[in-house]
């Protein structure tokens, strides 16, 4: 099968793109309003960009034209928070991607703890095992429409103690049991992990 995104129509190239692009990762993204209102929404347009300092980017479209509440949240404070959805919580992240007016606090909604955030204004979702606070260092607009690339600065890190693993620094993968966006209503465990040594025998990562 051979296809032209740019003969083709626009919602099937959005299918295809989310389908080709698997599993994302969901950044689980809360913000505060002007009014002092909380904002929780998934994005699954998101990614790690750099480590030096720690920076993350997500991309939000737009809702009949204007930015979704968490880009104008975003774009008021200047800051915001990443909340990693486990299996657990994966049926509160899906209730908080409802298209509700800005009024809406979906930490209510959904009954999750808004913590708040140590050096950013935005709150943290208390149950998510991983909660990153960023500082907006970009918002971009990309594309027709346009998306808005937000590039986002780690300031502080929440990791839940049993998840850290202080003498190697690492994460551990066999308990934070994260969910992955694939396309459509569709989502996947991360329950089968295997490892494979680098060719490079000095790799650290
Ligand atoms: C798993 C998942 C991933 C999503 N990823 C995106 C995304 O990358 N970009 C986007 O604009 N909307 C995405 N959405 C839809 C938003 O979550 C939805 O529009 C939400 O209402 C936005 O909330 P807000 O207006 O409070 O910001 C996603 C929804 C789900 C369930």
Redesign the pocket.
């Known amino acids: 099968m051979q296809l032209d995104p740019q003969i083709a129509e626009k919602q099937s190239i959005y299918k295809l793109l989310i389908g080709c692009v698997v599993p994302r990762p969901?950044a689980w993204v809360s913000s505060l309003s002007d009014d002092g209102i909380a904002?929780v929404?998934?994005?699954?347009?998101?990614m790690a960009v750099c480590n030096d300092p720690p920076t993350l980017a997500?991309?939000?479209?737009r809702?009949a034209g204007s930015h979704?509440?968490?880009?104008r949240n975003i774009e008021y404070t200047q800051d915001f928070v990443v909340n990693i959805v486990d299996d657990a919580l994966a049926e509160q992240?899906?209730l908080?991607?409802?298209?509700?007016p800005p009024e809406v606090d979906?930490f209510a909604l959904t009954g999750l703890t808004a913590a708040p955030g140590v050096k950013v204004r935005a709150p943290r979702v208390a149950e998510a095992p991983i909660s990153m606070e960023c500082r907006v260092t970009q918002i971009l607009p990309v594309g027709h429409g346009p998306?808005s690339l937000v590039l986002g600065e780690i300031v502080h890190f929440h990791i839940r103690d049993d998840l850290y693993n202080v003498s190697t620094g690492r994460i551990d993968m066999h308990r934070l049991h994260p969910v992955g966006?694939l396309a459509g209503n569709l989502y996947t465990h991360v329950h089968d992990i295997f490892e494979m040594k680098r060719p490079n025998e000095n790799y650290v990562g």
């Open positions: 969901i904002n929404a998934p994005f699954s347009f998101f997500f991309s939000s479209g809702r979704k509440d968490t880009v992240m899906n908080t991607s409802g298209e509700y979906e998306h966006r």
